[in-house]
């Protein structure tokens, strides 16, 4: 079955650039969306954004000027990059799979395989 | 952005005990509402989508229903395994597909 693996550094200093990876395994990425989602320490989960196998993003408004997300489908992976980190940005970040289920003549958008995360903390 | 807002925020409950928890959208999202599971240390996990409509391996005690602005999810007999973090998120309208503050299900 598909799994998702993040990766990428546990520790970031103020205003440096996050950059994480997650490797797809067991299916292809030519197909689905692939999203990334955050969880600050005791709190709850954040949307991040997403990109189709097109090439195609669309972000979060409140992160749109610091987050990119691409594609790598030569490695089966794709990737998140935000700038400008703050201790805000603390977070275990979550990659997962994006899929449209059909139900009822309409088209229902769900997550429904996620990595296991990796934590990210921001400081100097 | 669309607002997504659950109660109670925390439940204490018993297993065997029928639990209900609501979830309630800022504006009409019809049935694009998804319950996700999250355990501790755990990423969340996919439990029902298009309001009512269970995904695959999930057990049939869960259940979801709603439309429109106020919708429910119910577990009919709590097993041990069952006690989580629950979250709403809405799928009408990205960006971003907003989640709801969650509802942390405790033993009782």
């Known amino acids: 079955q598909v799994q998702l693996q993040e990766s990428g550094p546990g520790l970031v200093k103020p205003s440096e650039t996050l950059s994480l990876t997650c490797t797809v395994s067991?299916?292809?990425?030519?197909?689905?969306?692939w999203s990334w989602i955050r969880q600050p320490p005791e709190k709850g989960l954040e949307w991040i954004g997403y990109i189709y196998n097109s090439g195609s993003t669309t972000y979060s408004p409140s992160l749109k000027s610091r987050v990119s997300i691409s594609v790598d489908t030569s490695k089966n992976q794709f990737s998140l990059k935000l700038r400008f980190m703050t201790a805000a940005d603390t977070a275990v970040y979550y990659c997962?799979?994006?899929?449209?289920?059909?139900?009822?003549?309409?088209?229902?958008?769900?997550?429904?395989?996620w990595g296991q995360g990796t934590t990210v903390t921001v400081s100097s | 952005d669309i607002q997504m807002t659950q109660s109670p925020s925390s439940l204490s409950a018993s297993v065997g005990d029928r639990v209900t928890i609501t979830c309630r959208a800022s504006q009409s999202i019809s049935t694009y509402l998804n319950w996700y599971q999250q355990k501790p240390e755990k990423a969340p996990n996919l439990l029902i989508y298009?309001?009512?409509s269970l995904q695959s391996g999930v057990p049939s005690r869960f259940s979801g229903s709603g439309s429109g602005t106020d919708f429910t999810l119910t577990i009919s007999s709590l097993q041990p395994e069952d006690f989580a973090t629950y979250y709403c998120?809405?799928?009408?309208?990205?960006?971003?597909?907003?989640f709801g503050q969650g509802t942390k299900l405790e033993i009782q």
């Open positions: 298009a309001a009512s």
């Open positions: 997962a799979r994006g899929r449209w289920f059909g139900e009822r003549g309409n088209y229902y958008y769900g997550m429904d395989v």
């Open positions: 998120q809405q799928s009408y309208s990205a960006p971003p597909y907003t």
């Open positions: 067991g299916g292809s990425i030519s197909s689905y969306s």
